[in-house]
């Protein structure tokens, strides 16, 4: 008998749906842009390795919208403005250009190539409005025309690119691009689009490929079954004012998604992610009922399942054995498979190994894929499950992830100990005999649903999906008692609208955890999909429907505060145990990829303390654990709202540092250096100090900033990811409030 240990990827490729419900067109272009540069290689490079088999998973609103580009149908203002002759570009599309043109990472993607590294220069690295207006002046035709053609260029994959004598004529040319070299490159990009979804049945018709499904508009199935799910992982999160409990809303998106895929792949799909790899004992009976035969979700579900911890050494690798097997659960009158992914082995490719070479990255996974093989006597019995984005990882790897992937399927292709299988291979082979007592209600993000629900912002969205589906019912069940055929279409698109909705990605981008250069896109988007829903079925929406749900003025209070007055010595080092002792403490929530920021890369700071003197501002910027120094340049920029608007910008390179601070006289819309008397110093850490008399901050009052940090290769963070931070001055009775005996 075979006995190689079964490694089962599998690929999640999903995007949110971008078409605005009113317009048709689409607002963010990046089903295009990931469809030309990675849904198509990610499966066609297994033609070079066909012993390497693999799962995909398409969520079907992603299959929706690839269908609509390869027809021609979509529109994007991206495209649009992408065709528009450079001569014909109004003041508007060049702003627009020179604002989203540069969404790309800078250093695999950009840097480059001489031309497109010259232009982000001349452009400059802030995205700020007021500093994209000034660049305008720089800008020629011929550069815009350049703009035009190299961002849509290098958002196709470098294999596609290096294997196309066009496109390779386009990248040995550099610059100087004509309109019809520009019309060529986008007919090329409609041509790779369409090429994606037959590629997919194609391999999976050689059996080189499994594609699986998810539900349609990838929602959060659990919290559409009963929102109270939440409290399984959270029992103390703050609710919806509204329960919402409609399994039969996550019943359609499930039948939604399995239609499509038939409709695609001529098939019936065996298996599915559930979005976000989010699971409830309540899902399995619809997903079970729809003759879908295995789920997975996360290593973490697996553990509060069984109620057992799984163990791992001090370099990630798993101690037990049990999370590496297939489980049966029960699903009502059916049985589901489940598997569970290795989160450490799937975060390694996601956020890891594009910091390595690829050669050393893959003997990295080889080596702890083997290790794995060693625990068991019979490894053919076990599957180790590598799940990830299919996506967002590969711009972080230099030439596009390729070079790490080739050097991964050469070493699996005939290893002695390593197969890799679809997870239908493996179930074939080898079904699930050992039942899962029970499911844990959570995701595949820290075991819960803490993202979707919970947060102001998100409670709100689910209670504006909540009303506008209690009307849109009224309305279906007054329609169905009429003959008006205009009517039943109104009401059927209506709950369209409703299902797009509750789709997941809005409310990943809702609350503290997640922001990107498109929150605001995304709020518009999920009110207008409710919006419409009202449109749809001649009712007035709540007015409240036209204010922003995420909010760019809403102030977060750290929840680490000061507890006594200090005064640090600035010099860039912790000088003892106690200099920052009574500090207060902003921490670190969260940075990445979000899509998409200008670039990309693993952040800097892990978290910044702060604290007061009697007249005097402190702050301390503490580098991320495997940033023993810095010696790149980096530079902050600490931006003021009151009780004055003010700047300070630093600019750092190892232990040299800056710091200057900007005013706006009255009346005057440009920002004037001024003499602030603000201290800086870097070594160890980034020291930095204010005095209160420059922010006219006085005792008891308030000062809200935010933070810029442009970090180069590191990326750029923001602090808060939005709004702002809201810290207290002492008042004038602080030392005697925090006094004790």
């Known amino acids: 008998m075979d006995k190689k240990l079964n490694i089962a990827f599998l690929w999640h490729m999903h995007q949110p749906l971008y078409k605005d419900p009113f317009t048709g067109e689409y607002v963010m272009p990046w089903v295009l842009y990931h469809g030309t540069k990675d849904y198509y290689d990610m499966a066609a490079v297994l033609e070079e390795f066909p012993g390497i088999h693999q799962t995909f998973n398409l969520a079907p609103c992603l299959i929706e919208q690839l269908g609509e580009y390869a027809a021609g149908k979509a529109v994007d203002r991206y495209r649009t403005i992408s065709l528009k002759p450079a001569a014909e570009l109004s003041h508007e599309d060049k702003v627009f250009i020179l604002k989203n043109f540069f969404q790309a990472n800078w250093d695999n993607m950009i840097r480059p190539i001489p031309r497109y590294s010259e232009l982000l220069r001349k452009r400059g690295l802030s995205n700020m409005d007021e500093d994209i207006h000034l660049a305008q002046r720089y800008f020629v035709e011929r550069d815009y025309r350049d703009l035009q053609v190299l961002f849509n260029l290098v958002w196709i994959d470098p294999e596609i690119r290096r294997r196309d004598g066009f496109l390779t004529f386009l990248l040995d040319k550099g610059q100087g691009y004509t309109d019809e070299d520009k019309e060529r490159l986008l007919d090329k990009q409609t041509q790779i689009i369409r090429s994606i979804l037959p590629k997919y049945a194609e391999l999976r018709d050689k059996g080189i490929i499994e594609v699986s499904v998810s539900p349609y508009y990838h929602p959060i199935l659990p919290l559409l079954c009963d929102s109270f799910s939440a409290k399984v992982a959270m029992p103390n999160v703050t609710l919806p004012r509204h329960r919402f409990q409609h399994p039969e809303d996550a019943l359609a998106q499930i039948k939604k998604g399995c239609s499509l895929y038939k409709e695609v792949f001529k098939a019936q799909p065996e298996g599915m992610w559930p979005s976000e790899g989010s699971v409830s004992p309540e899902i399995l009976p619809l997903i079970a009922g729809e003759r879908i035969r295995w789920i997975a979700t996360d290593e973490e579900i697996l553990a509060n399942s069984l109620r057992k911890e799984i163990r791992r050494d001090g370099f990630g690798n798993c101690q037990d054995p049990f999370l590496y097997k297939a489980y049966s659960v029960d699903a009502g009158k059916e049985k589901i498979s489940i598997v569970f992914r290795d989160h450490v082995l799937s975060d390694l490719i996601g956020f890891d190994y594009a910091r390595m070479s690829a050669n050393d990255a893959s003997d990295d996974?080889?080596?702890?894929?083997?290790?794995?093989?060693?625990?068991?006597?019979?490894?053919?019995?076990?599957?180790?499950?590598?799940?990830?984005?299919?996506?967002?990882?590969?711009?972080?790897?230099?030439?596009?992830?390729?070079?790490?992937?080739?050097?991964?399927?050469?070493?699996?292709?005939?290893?002695?100990?390593?197969?890799?299988?679809?997870?239908?291979?493996?179930?074939?082979?080898?079904?699930?005999?050992?039942?899962?007592?029970?499911?844990?209600?959570?995701?595949?993000?820290?075991?819960?649903?803490?993202?979707?629900?919970?947060?102001?912002?998100?409670?709100?969205?689910?209670?504006?999906?909540?009303?506008?589906?209690?009307?849109?019912?009224?309305?279906?069940?007054?329609?169905?008692?009429?003959?008006?055929?205009?009517?039943?279409?109104?009401?059927?698109?209506?709950?369209?609208?409703?299902?797009?909705?509750?789709?997941?990605?809005?409310?990943?981008?809702?609350?503290?955890?997640?922001?990107?250069?498109?929150?605001?896109?995304?709020?518009?988007?999920?009110?207008?999909?409710?919006?419409?829903?009202?449109?749809?079925?001649?009712?007035?929406?709540?007015?409240?429907?036209?204010?922003?749900?995420?909010?760019?003025?809403?102030?977060?209070?750290?929840?680490?505060?000061?507890?006594?007055?200090?005064?640090?010595?600035?010099?860039?080092?912790?000088?003892?145990?106690?200099?920052?002792?009574?500090?207060?403490?902003?921490?670190?929530?969260?940075?990445?990829?979000?899509?998409?920021?200008?670039?990309?890369?693993?952040?800097?700071?892990?978290?910044?303390?702060?604290?007061?003197?009697?007249?005097?501002?402190?702050?301390?910027?503490?580098?991320?654990?495997?940033?023993?120094?810095?010696?790149?340049?980096?530079?902050?920029?600490?931006?003021?709202?009151?009780?004055?608007?003010?700047?300070?910008?630093?600019?750092?390179?190892?232990?040299?540092?800056?710091?200057?601070?900007?005013?706006?006289?009255?009346?005057?819309?440009?920002?004037?250096?001024?003499?602030?008397?603000?201290?800086?110093?870097?070594?160890?850490?980034?020291?930095?100090?204010?005095?209160?008399?420059?922010?006219?901050?006085?005792?008891?009052?308030?000062?809200?900033?935010?933070?810029?940090?442009?970090?180069?290769?590191?990326?750029?963070?923001?602090?808060?990811?939005?709004?702002?931070?809201?810290?207290?001055?002492?008042?004038?009775?602080?030392?005697?409030?925090?006094?004790?005996?």
């Open 365 to 741: 996974l080889i080596r702890r894929l083997t290790r794995i093989h060693g625990m068991f006597e019979k490894p053919e019995d076990h599957i180790v499950s590598i799940i990830l984005d299919g996506e967002n990882a590969w711009e972080n790897f230099k030439n596009d992830g390729r070079d790490f992937l080739v050097s991964l399927y050469s070493k699996l292709s005939g290893h002695p100990k390593l197969g890799c299988v679809t997870l239908k291979e493996f179930l074939d082979k080898k079904p699930t005999n050992e039942t899962l007592p029970s499911l844990f209600s959570g995701s595949w993000i820290n075991h819960n649903f803490k993202i979707w629900i919970g947060h102001p912002e998100d409670n709100a969205g689910w209670d504006y999906i909540h009303d506008a589906r209690e009307e849109l019912v009224k309305y279906d069940e007054s329609v169905k008692k009429t003959a008006d055929e205009n009517a039943k279409q109104a009401v059927e698109s209506a709950w369209e609208e409703l299902y797009a909705a509750e789709g997941s990605d809005w409310f990943w981008w809702y609350g503290d955890e997640h922001s990107s250069m498109s929150d605001e896109l995304f709020d518009s988007l999920f009110r207008k999909h409710i919006k419409k829903i009202y449109a749809l079925i001649n009712a007035e929406p709540p007015d409240s429907l036209e204010i922003p749900i995420s909010s760019e003025s809403k102030g977060y209070r750290p929840t680490v505060t000061p507890t006594s007055y200090m005064k640090p010595v600035i010099d860039g080092e912790v000088t003892n145990y106690y200099e920052w002792l009574a500090s207060g403490r902003i921490e670190r929530i969260h940075f990445g990829t979000a899509m998409h920021t200008d670039a990309h890369g693993g952040g800097l700071i892990d978290k910044i303390h702060y604290g007061f003197s009697e007249d005097t501002l402190f702050l301390r910027f503490d580098y991320l654990a495997e940033m023993v120094s810095m010696d790149n340049a980096w530079s902050f920029t600490m931006n003021f709202l009151h009780p004055k608007a003010l700047r300070i910008h630093g600019t750092l390179s190892g232990k040299s540092s800056k710091a200057t601070a900007f005013e706006k006289p009255t009346g005057s819309d440009k920002w004037t250096e001024i003499d602030a008397r603000v201290s800086i110093a870097a070594a160890s850490v980034v020291e930095v100090e204010v005095p209160l008399k420059t922010l006219e901050a006085g005792k008891g009052g308030e000062i809200w900033f935010f933070i810029n940090i442009v970090a180069g290769e590191r990326g750029h963070e923001r602090w808060p990811v939005k709004g702002f931070l809201i810290i207290d001055v002492p008042p004038e009775d602080f030392e005697e409030q925090n006094w004790m005996v």
